[in-house]
């Protein structure tokens, strides 16, 4: 998965308009209690973020 899905994947779950805020202020469990922004900028891949806000969101399996 690109990067470039990743986001638009998060904006279609929380909101375009609370996408940044969301993943520069929610601290994920599954991302060693990182937000999405510091996962990435640490080289956390964008699949293994998706997984990580999936599971946090409780999305259907079919968005995963």
Known sequence: ???QEL????????GAAHADTWAR??????????????????????????RAVWSFLDLPESER
């Open 25 to 50: 202020d929610v601290v994920l469990m599954d991302l060693g209690d990182r937000t999405v922004l510091e996962a990435l900028d640490a080289g956390v891949g964008a699949q293994r973020v998706w």
């Open 1 to 3: 998965m690109r990067e």
């Open 7 to 14: 986001w638009r994947r998060i904006r279609a779950h929380v």
